[in-house]
């Protein structure tokens, strides 16, 4: 078992989601659990956010992906930004990274913006 400690800094150029409004976007990861999902706190308004957020995710053998959702919050139903998928396998053996990861669109034909990640892995000893 280890520990992921991911840092989620900012994002830039966010695809807007709403037809009249900036999008409200909010960040979502997991490893292969969604139902033990992680989210920030939703900055309203804006295309570029800042979240400064940190996450402390347990990381048993196998799990080996960590996966981010960008979403756009809404009342009725919230839209994804984009979506992203980071195999952590470089990870487990420089132990961290700060980096920015492009969102792309779907079928990768443009980029619906970039995320600022701060990963930090830390084997347990037992």
């Given at each position: 078992?280890?520990?992921?400690?991911?840092t989620?800094v900012?994002?830039i150029?966010?695809k807007?989601?709403?037809?009249?409004s900036?999008s409200?976007?909010f960040?979502?990861i997991y490893?292969?659990n969604k139902?033990?999902?992680?989210?920030?706190?939703v900055?309203?308004?804006t295309?570029?956010?800042?979240?400064?957020e940190?996450?402390v995710?347990?990381v048993?053998?196998?799990?080996?992906?960590?996966?981010?959702?960008?979403?756009d919050?809404?009342?009725?139903?919230?839209?994804?930004?984009?979506?992203?998928?980071?195999?952590?396998?470089?990870?487990?053996?420089?132990h961290?990274?700060d980096?920015?990861?492009?969102?792309?669109?779907?079928?990768g034909k443009?980029s619906?913006g970039?995320?600022?990640?701060?990963l930090?892995y830390?084997p347990?000893?037992?």
């Amino acid at each position: 078992m280890a520990q992921l400690q991911v840092t989620i800094v900012e994002a830039i150029n966010l695809k807007k989601k709403d037809l009249f409004s900036e999008s409200d976007p909010f960040v979502q990861i997991y490893l292969d659990n969604k139902n033990n999902k992680y989210t920030t706190k939703v900055k309203h308004n804006t295309k570029n956010p800042h979240w400064n957020e940190a996450f402390v995710l347990n990381v048993l053998t196998g799990q080996d992906i960590l996966f981010v959702d960008v979403c756009d919050e809404d009342t009725i139903r919230h839209d994804k930004i984009g979506s992203l998928e980071i195999d952590l396998r470089d990870l487990f053996v420089k132990h961290n990274s700060d980096k920015w990861y492009d969102l792309p669109a779907t079928y990768g034909k443009s980029s619906h913006g970039k995320i600022h990640l701060i990963l930090e892995y830390q084997p347990l000893i037992i």
